[in-house]
T-cell receptor
Framework: DGGITQSPKYLFRKEGQNVTLSCEQN?????MYWYRQDPGQGLRLIYY???????QKGDIAEGYSVSREKKESFPLTVTSAQKNPTAFYLC?????????????FGPGTRLTVL | GNSVTQMEGPVTLSEEAFLTINCTYT??????LFWYVQYPGEGLQLLLK?????DKGSNKGFEATYRKETTSFHLEKGSVQVSDSAVYFC????????????FGKGTLLTVNP
């Protein structure tokens, strides 16, 4: 079955530690995205990538980093510089970056900073 | 910039009631419009979309029509079920090469038997 997988589902981290969230897709999509969701809020874009070895900052990139070494994978690192990292993180992918391209979402990772 | 405003929740309905969730937008150009649904503890699933004015998106009994004159994309369903209980997000896709989705804050729908 084609889809997007995110791991782990729940993640706990101590303050001051970096942590990496995994996102893999087997849809053969070129574009991938990371969003952050806070309670009662819509989704906010952290980073996106249109092709391998290229990515752009979204609206709230500070304190986050990404890489895109393979088409299928787009890991997100939450660094210690992120002031309020506790949130639900969603990865998405789309075939391209045209305005009609549909973004498909993974199941999400809930990160809690202790 | 682009923005999406959807009706504040929560919305509580009885089974078989009629549902409307309002969504209006501000955007330059001609965006695409989407409704996504999120069940508890899960990611978002695409419910329906419309890519140009007067298009009607539909899926699983839900419908929404892209109204350029009123900049709206209201979600409707004639008869809701308990299984429709979820958070619904309206979103728009901006044009150009820097494609991104702009989301509303979501509307929590609870359907009681």
């Amino acid at each position: 079955d084609g889809g997007i997988t995110q791991s782990p589902k729940y993640l706990f981290r101590k303050e001051g530690q970096n942590v990496t969230l995994s996102c893999e897709q087997n849809l053969n999509h070129d574009a991938m995205y990371w969003y952050r969701q806070d309670p009662g809020q819509g989704l906010r874009l952290i980073y996106y990538s249109q092709i391998v070895n290229d990515f752009q900052k979204g609206d709230i990139a500070e304190g986050y980093s990404v890489s895109r070494e393979k088409k299928e994978s787009f890991p997100l690192t939450v660094t210690s510089a992120q002031k309020n990292p506790t949130a639900f993180y969603l990865c998405a992918s789309s075939m391209g970056v045209g305005y009609t391209d549909t973004q498909y979402f993974g199941p999400g990772t809930r990160l809690t900073v202790l | 910039g682009n923005s999406v405003t959807q009706m504040e929740g929560p919305v509580t309905l009885s089974e078989e009631a009629f549902l409307t969730i309002n969504c209006t937008y501000t955007a330059t150009g001609y965006p695409s419009l989407f409704w996504y649904v999120q069940y508890p503890g899960e990611g978002l699933q695409l419910l329906l979309k419309a890519t140009k004015a007067d298009d009607k998106g539909s899926n699983k009994g839900f419908e929404a029509t892209y109204r350029k004159e009123t900049t709206s994309f209201h979600l409707e369903k004639g008869s809701v079920q308990v299984s429709d209980s979820a958070v619904y997000f309206c979103a728009l896709g901006s044009g150009g090469s820097n494609y991104k989705l702009t989301f509303g804050k979501g509307t929590l729908l609870t359907v009681n038997p």
